[in-house]
Every structure is written in structure tokens, then in C-alpha cells.
């Protein structure tokens, strides 16, 4: 019995930052959020793989549910990308889409359930498939800037649907067409959504609801090694805690701070390396650092 | 008997911005600074004008000594710019020096025994022809990237010789030629300074000292009319406080969001209009909403 359900990618990336490289690293959002929700939650995901794909395990030994991982014909999803020493831009050198083409989520009977949905990147088309197949009481959702170009009017309607819509500042301002954040956050709430959190990258993140604004400063790094999932990793710990405890506006402050914690260690490292040496001891920490670091 | 000293410029501006301009306007790094000094305490500011200048009642109806302020042969020093959408960079069309070609900072004798100072961007070998004038306990200094590239050795020795330094996040980055804060500040550290806040615009505010971190994010404002002065008016904000508490890391975040607040009013119209008609009450309103926002 899942609790938390996952849709999203689960790709390869070849990734080259200026601390270094890594090639066929286990990558995609979905499998970002996943690992960053197993810290709180016992999340299913939904995606798909190809043949190729031989990391199950991996999601199975953090108490992954991989029932909704499709096995494709074809090749695993890959993503081929480097960072420059301005780590907020992530630079694609070659997207193979290979079985995700075709790919059209399906949800196992137990995950039609579960209380909570985490849409994390994929097309707005696939997202609203997913939310005809369950009625969760917390739906949280990410998109890309691809998709605010490509299919604007899908993206509204998902929107219009979810609890709590997640965009970073860029796509933000390109969604409403305005340089202003506090703007592009009071029209997203004008679709539906009970919040809206814009994530601005190591500038941390603003959550807006209708009364209330929260604003979470980034965790000071001096050392990203690598950017990749930083965004994926802060939902999935976000929507990981959220499941666990009724929803309140306090709550969800305190998700954001389990979401940066998690995404500050997601990066300090390539692909899902440090993650999988961060204990849940070493995220309470990080909360208490933050803590400290924004009283006055 | 001034107990805050403010070396800076006092200049007029010429400002346009995508939502206005003005022509003429009081200005300079020492007027914004004591404009916002002047909530908190009784500033005395030095520096120099033009035999054009006529705006001295505008100090003086604010408390503001102008013993320390020279009127020289000429006219006074005049900066005309502009700001796009990105207000975070001023683009500067012309920058008259005049009178402030020859200007030679002497302090009033009951100046000398002030106890806080702001050295606000001017020439480093003017500010330190100051602080041979006066041994005040704290000293607050701040500076900007053309004395980075000029005057690099003079500023360090500024540096050595502040309590706390300020500076922007892309100064920060030139000063010691890293891309990251923490690095940069982490070095400002190790020249002498007590503590270094760097400035990052509209993502808020660093606090470094050599055992702890504070992070205040940017007030977040919908309408931006003129950031001209807004560094300045949060510096002035932050000693005017200081100089009247004894200090203490802990009076020192708070001071940090009092300049932010100081500085987020500054910023929402022309040159000192809307400092003009901010209140105290203003202040400590939106300090308290920085309370609120940042609270989890």
C-alpha cells in the first residue's frame, strides 16, 4: 500500500559539471522525488524504463514501489546536459526520448488510493491522464518551460486542478508574461490551486497563498557538484512529509524546509550519490541549521 | 551632539526607470543613507556640495546635521542613469564628479567623538583620511566595483579597519574572484571585519560572522519604481539602529531587517519621495511582517 504516488521520468543522464562528470547515472524526476520522499513516506512510482534498465533495486532497497514502472521495447529515456560555473542554468547537449514516446501512465489498483499525487515534469497531457485515474486530496505539480511553450492550455488545466503548483522563478515570469513574481504567483492562485511555491534556485523559495506569502532563503552551499534533481529532490521530500501529516499552511512551511534541506544535499554530489549517504538525522540537522540561520 | 556620522556623496540625479523619471533630484549615497539613519537616530553627515545646492532644509527638517557638509566653488556632483526591467543594474549615461573632484572629508570637532560611522561609497583613500579623524567602535563601511578594480589595496585596508563591511553579491564575487558568496565572504572575514553582509538586490540579504550565517530574503515587493539608493538607505538604516543599541550578533540580524525594511519602502518611488513620507509606525509594521514571512 503506497501512500505517496510519483509520476514523472526515470531516465540515464551524462552529466558534466565543472567539479566533474558522471555518464548512464540513474536520473529523471521521478526517480529524484522518489528517493527525496523515502525519507518521509513510502512512495509507488509511475513511469516507464526500457529494456536496457537494470536499477529497480535501487528504488526497491529504499522501500521504492516500482508496481507502476512500465518495461518498454526500446531504450531507456536519456538526457545528455553540462552546467557552467552558473549552476541555476542546466545546458542540453541531446535528449533521447526513446520508449518515453509512447509512454501513457497506468496506475495499479493499490496506488488509485493513496491520499497524495506528486506530478512531477512530464507532459501536461500525461498529467491529466494520471488525474482520471485517482481522486488524491493532495495533488502537487511541476512543469518545465518546454511545456509553457508547447502546450500552454494543457498546463492551465492541470493547474487548475492541483493543491499546490511548484514552477521555478523563470517559468514563473514566462507563464504569465511578466518580470514580477508576486504577479505571476497571484494569477497562478487565480486558476485554482490552494498555494503556489516559485523555487529560485540557490535564492531559495516563495510560497504565496491567497493571504500569506513564505519566504525561504537558499541553504548556503559552497560546494554544488551538481545541480541535476535539485528541484525534483525539494518536491519529493516536500510532497514526502505533507503525506504523513494533515495539510495546514504551517505544515507546509515546514515541508519547504524539508524540500530545501533535502535538495541542499541532492546537489553536493553527482546524480543520486550523496543522497544515498544522507540519514534522516542528517536532514533534521540541516532543518535546525536553517532554523537558526533566518531568526532574528 | 551627532551620534552617527554618514561620509558619502550628496549629489543630483537624473533617473529614469520603466515607470518614471525625474530630473534634479537630492541624492547620493550619504543623503539616502542619513534620510534612512534619521528614523533611528541624529546623523551627521559630511561630505560635499555645489555653490548650486539648495536642499540643505531637507537635512536639517530631518534632524540631520550638516556641520560636516562643505560647500565648495562649483557645482555639485551629478549622476544621471537608468534602469530596465532588471532593476538590479543601474546603467550609469553620465557621472559629473564637479565639486567632489577636490573634495577632502574634515570632520566637525563634536563629530569626532561619535561612535558610529558609515563610511558609504566614496574613494577608499577618502575613507580612510576619516577614519584618522575619529576612532568610533563600530564602523560600518561599503564600497562599489570601481574602487574594487581602482583602489583594490586602499580598500582592503578600509576593510581591515571596519567592524562590519558591506557589500553587494557581485563585489563580493569581484573582490576575491570566486562565484561563490560564502567563499567570498569567508575571505572578507580573514582581513578583520566582526562581520560582512552582502547585499544580493531583491533575493535578500547575507549576514557572515565567523561562527554563524544569517539569511534574510527581499521583501517581496509588486511595484518597484526607483532602486536608486535602496543599498544606501538599507546601510543607513542598519547603523542608524546600531548606534543606539549595544551590539551584538543578535542586534545586528535585527538591524539587517530594519535597513531591509527601510530600503523596501526607498525603493517604491522616485529618489527620497517615499522615504519622505514613510513613518516609523511603517517600519516597525513591516518589520513585523518580515517576522511573519519568514516563519516556520
Do not use: C
Not at 29 to 43: I, L, R
Not at 267 to 280: C, H
Request: no cysteine; net charge negative.
Amino acid at each position: 500500500m503506497v501512500d505517496l504516488v510519483i509520476v514523472g521520468t526515470v531516465a540515464y543522464d551524462n552529466i558534466k559539471t565543472p567539479f566533474g562528470s558522471v555518464a548512464d547515472a540513474l536520473g529523471g524526476s521521478a526517480t529524484h522525488a522518489s528517493f527525496a520522499a523515502s525519507f518521509f513516506a513510502k512512495p509507488g512510482i509511475v513511469g516507464v524504463v526500457g529494456e536496457d534498465f537494470n536499477h529497480v533495486s535501487e528504488f526497491e532497497s529504499r522501500n521504492i514501489s516500482t508496481k507502476g514502472l512500465q518495461v518498454a521495447k526500446g531504450r531507456t529515456f536519456r538526457w545528455s546536459g553540462y552546467y557552467e560555473y552558473d549552476m541555476h542554468h542546466a545546458h542540453t547537449l541531446e535528449t533521447q526520448l526513446n520508449v518515453l514516446e509512447s509512454f501513457k501512465p497506468e496506475l495499479p489498483g493499490d496506488y488509485r488510493n493513496a491520499e497524495s499525487l506528486f506530478l512531477a515534469n512530464i507532459d501536461p497531457e500525461l498529467q491529466l491522464t494520471v488525474l482520471e485515474q485517482m481522486s488524491p486530496q493532495l495533488v502537487l505539480a511541476d512543469t518545465m518551460n518546454y511545456w509553457i511553450e508547447k502546450k500552454r492550455e494543457q498546463l492551465l488545466e492541470v493547474i487548475k486542478k492541483t493543491s499546490v503548483f511548484l514552477l521555478n522563478d523563470g517559468e514563473a515570469r514566462e507563464l504569465f508574461k511578466t518580470t514580477n513574481l508576486i504577479t505571476a504567483g497571484r494569477k497562478i492562485l487565480q486558476l485554482g490551486p490552494g498555494a503556489v511555491i516559485i523555487k529560485k534556485g540557490e535564492h531559495g523559495v516563495l510560497l504565496f497563498t491567497d493571504s500569506t506569502t513564505f519566504m525561504l532563503p537558499g541553504y548556503p552551499l559552497e560546494n554544488v557538484r551538481d545541480p541535476t534533481g535539485a528541484g525534483d529532490s525539494f518536491a519529493g521530500a516536500l510532497i514526502g512529509y505533507l503525506s504523513q501529516n494533515s495539510f495546514s499552511e504551517d505544515r507546509l512551511r515546514k515541508a519547504i524546509v524539508y524540500g530545501s534541506a533535502v535538495a541542499s544535499f541532492n546537489v553536493e554530489d553527482f546524480g543520486l550519490n550523496k543522497l544515498k549517504r544522507t540519514s534522516m538525522h542528517d536532514i533534521e540537522t540541516r532543518y535546525k541549521e536553517f532554523e537558526a540561520m533566518v531568526k532574528f
